[in-house]
């Protein structure tokens, strides 16, 4: 038997193992997964949504045994960064780890002077989110400046920006789209666009959210590389409709992030991605960053793609030294492996049907548990001002918001009849994941609390973050990821609106 047979045989018993093995893992509606039994089953907050076509792509890249990030992460970069609109995307070996080159890419010295981020720099960011976002601002050296979050839609409060800005100091903003949530882009965008600001978005609870806003002001602010885009006419996700552009999160700023971890949009297992959104050069200095610091732009298995190997002089090495061996920065080793990104590949694959599944799961819990406005205040997209079984009413500022939900946000009022513990705990007892809305207030987590001990001009917070404090004491979200199936989410309506009645 040839090799090229043996590999077919292998791989079509591997996609028989998987629909024997993992049918559980299968999307909520195929009619393949098991039933759910409710009391007895676990319904996921989040989890892998695969088949046989993830379980093959990683067995046929592991046959091919490159292992190291090679065609397969070339061909996911590029099909990610053509469904992003982005110049370029560089997979990563985390979400967290994406945010940390995110951050170092604006420290190095090839950029200008001006718009250099160095020690004691100041970074916006807000105070209520996951730890990531935050830390890389501080591995560099720079000041994370904390503003408040709107408890309603997670994200930060875009009217504290002017009173967080401190001339000559801040560099940069760096907000993540909260739970699916785009951030205030409009608003945003025109801070960073008046102050010459750095813009990093955080998209990595985000990949298939969309935000619009009015054509002339997307001019105004320099979002010429979508609205081209647009006019083309060909692009799943951005387009110009009645005067008005429609772009993914994650291509509006300067660099944006991934996470490929399990409960996220897509997953690799571990991984991530960095989003060069519309400066090349920036490209050059992340993957720099990524791989160990060097110089060189060769990818692994490849010599002299500039032609001139053996013919640079930099720092104060000799002429003519390897420009393999060449340090530029003083970088990482962050890569992903290449069967990951196999399996990424197939994933992206299956993201239009996983976010329309994220949309319709959310829109289904809001539904069922209309009515327990007495018990909990509910998350609302961005913009939008309220919500009612036709739809949501919008703000006049001529933005709109489309959700790709990484979860179902409520918020336990305080004259409610049971306090937020008292519910999470019934949740674990009827087997509905639940989680926090990640740190809550970052300001107030151990880590934060000692480093103003010993450092406290490491940070500064502006006011007094009644909003985040909102989010740490009465938030909590439960599933809406592509596994949950119908009688998942009937279960969850009915024992949550059980628990509200007792």
């Excluded at 993830?54 to 190291?68: K, P, R």
């Excluded at 994933?347 to 996983?354: S, V």
Aim: with cysteine.
């Amino acid at each position: 038997m040839s090799p090229e047979a043996l590999k077919a045989q292998i791989l079509e018993l591997t996609r028989e193992y998987s629909r024997l093995t993992h049918a559980a893992q299968r999307p909520g509606a195929d009619a393949a997964r098991p039933a759910f039994r409710p009391g007895q089953d676990v319904v996921p907050y989040a989890g892998r949504v695969f088949n046989e076509d993830e379980v093959e792509a990683a067995v046929s890249s592991t046959l091919d045994f490159w292992l190291t990030l090679g065609n397969e992460g070339h061909a996911m970069q590029e099909e990610l960064a053509e469904l992003l609109g982005v110049k370029k995307t560089l997979l990563v070996n985390s979400g967290s780890s994406a945010n940390l080159i995110a951050v170092s890419t604006l420290t190095t010295h090839k950029l200008p002077a001006e718009k250099r981020l160095l020690p004691g720099d100041e970074v916006i960011t807000c105070a209520a989110g996951f730890p990531t976002t935050v830390a890389p601002i501080l591995q560099n050296g720079a000041v994370p400046v904390f503003i408040d979050n709107d408890p309603v839609t997670g994200n930060a409060c875009a009217d504290q920006l002017e009173g967080a800005y401190n001339p000559g100091k801040t560099k940069a903003v760096m907000f993540a789209h909260t739970l699916g949530n785009p951030f205030e882009l409009r608003t945003v965008l025109a801070f960073c666009h008046k102050h010459g600001l750095w813009l990093i978005e955080d998209n990595c609870d985000a990949l298939g959210c969309t935000y619009s806003l009015p054509l002339e002001e997307a001019r105004e602010l320099g979002l010429t590389h979508l609205i081209k885009i647009a006019e083309k006419g060909d692009h799943p996700w951005i387009r110009i409709e009645d005067g008005v552009l429609t772009a993914p999160t994650g291509s509006f700023g300067d660099i944006s992030t991934q996470s490929f971890y399990p409960p996220h949009h897509l997953t690799m297992g571990e991984g991530g991605a960095v989003n060069i959104i519309r400066r090349p050069p920036l490209g050059t200095y992340a993957e720099s960053f990524r791989d160990w610091g060097r110089d060189c732009w060769c990818p692994s298995g490849k010599d002299n793609t500039c032609n001139k190997r053996f013919g640079w002089q930099l720092g104060e090495l000799p002429e003519g030294y390897d420009h393999k061996y060449i340090y530029s920065h003083l970088g990482y080793n962050l890569k992903p492996l290449d069967p990951q990104a196999a399996i990424g590949r197939m994933q992206i694959r299956k993201l239009p049907d996983f976010v329309e599944a994220r949309k319709r799961n959310w829109n289904v819990l809001r539904a069922g548990l209309a009515g327990l406005e007495n018990c909990f205040e509910f998350a609302l997209p961005t913009h939008a001002t309220g919500w009612s079984a036709d739809g949501f009413t919008w703000d006049d500022s001529g933005c709109r918001t489309d959700c790709s939900w990484f979860g179902f946000m409520l918020l336990v009022k305080p004259d409610a009849p049971f306090a937020k513990a008292d519910f999470a705990r019934y949740l674990d007892e009827k087997k509905i994941g639940n989680r926090m809305l990640f740190g809550g207030n970052l300001a107030r987590q151990p880590a934060f609390v000692q480093l103003r001990k010993e450092r406290p001009e490491a940070l500064r917070i502006v006011g007094d973050l009644p909003g985040a404090d909102r989010i740490m004491n009465e938030a909590i979200f439960i599933g809406t990821y592509p596994g949950l199936s119908d009688a998942q989410l009937d279960y969850m309506i009915e024992s949550i609106q059980a628990f509200c009645a007792r």
